[in-house]
């Protein structure tokens, strides 16, 4: 509660420093939107066996610790404009772990390793789907 009200602060405070010209503040807003708010170009969607009715069944999460740390990292080494999000079971179990990257839809299979996820990265870069692990 206290943090909405600072904010709101915050922001009359600013405004009254700004330049009295609409042109001006909005073109600071937009820019501080456009830094902030800004839809990424992909979304890689990394399974980790969430399930409605409470602890995570199937494989994908068994296999797959510290991968979001891991991917997060390459992605920024790599200048990628890309979000990651965990998901729950993509109900491709037999095939996990999976990741998805969007909106390309490419799903990939048997994500395991380091490797594998760099070889995927290294596809997306290039803008082909990395056939070893390509769920068809
Ligand atoms: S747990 Fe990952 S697809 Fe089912």
Redesign the pocket.
Known sequence: MYHGVIFGVVVRLILQILPDNHACRMRMFRTYNEVHMAIPEHIILV???FRVTGE??????KQTSGFLQYMEEEILDRGLDCQIAATG?????E????MVIQPENWWFKGVDSEGAIDAILDGLENGEPCADYLLS
């Open positions: 399974c980790q066996s995570p069944k199937g494989i994908c999460h079971c993509l109900k491709q179990c095939n996990g772990p999976i």
